[in-house]
């Protein structure tokens, strides 16, 4: 019997230490390398989503937003003047590759879209398939000239969905006004 208690609490003790890295998504782990000054973020957590879900009477954005848990924008902009105290001044393009390097090493995922030009890089990745062919989370990296932006969302999210996200905005907007 002690045998089994020890195994148990090894286990739980095993599951608790991976399971801080399953909590924690790209956009976290984004946000520790980056300067605090160089970055805006906009976070959409769970209580926002639902209070969403109750003012939204659009059936196909409703259905998008029962598979999502959670959104972050983050957006580095080097050509505003920023003061950094610490290091030198990096442009965005600096921080474009390092969240591509990043994303590419962050977990098991498919890079399901890469475009470049001179100016402008795309990349979408989806990590944690299921079963059901959704995906736990959806990165969207897109680096144009001066201007970084990454949207990270979280939940059981369908690919073919990944359009209603536009509608989501407005509807963010409608929300926010009547806060």
Known sequence: MKRKLTGLILLLLLLGNSMTGWGQNFSAQFLE??????????TVNSSMIETLKKGESHKELLSFLNELSFLRVITINTQTKRVVTI??????????????????????GEELLSSSDNLRQTFLFA????ADNKFG??????????????VNLTGSISINKLGDLSKLSNSIK????NL
Do not use: H, W
């Open 33 to 42: 390398r980056v300067p605090k000054k160089m970055v805006s973020v906009a």
């Open 87 to 108: 290091g030198p001044t990096l442009d965005a393009n600096y921080y474009c590759d390092m969240a591509i390097t990043q994303a590419r090493q962050y977990a098991q």
């Open 127 to 130: 990590f944690n398939k299921t």
């Open 137 to 150: 989370e959806i990165l969207f990296i897109n680096c144009d000239d001066d201007i970084l932006t990454i």
């Open 174 to 177: 409608k929300s926010t006004k």
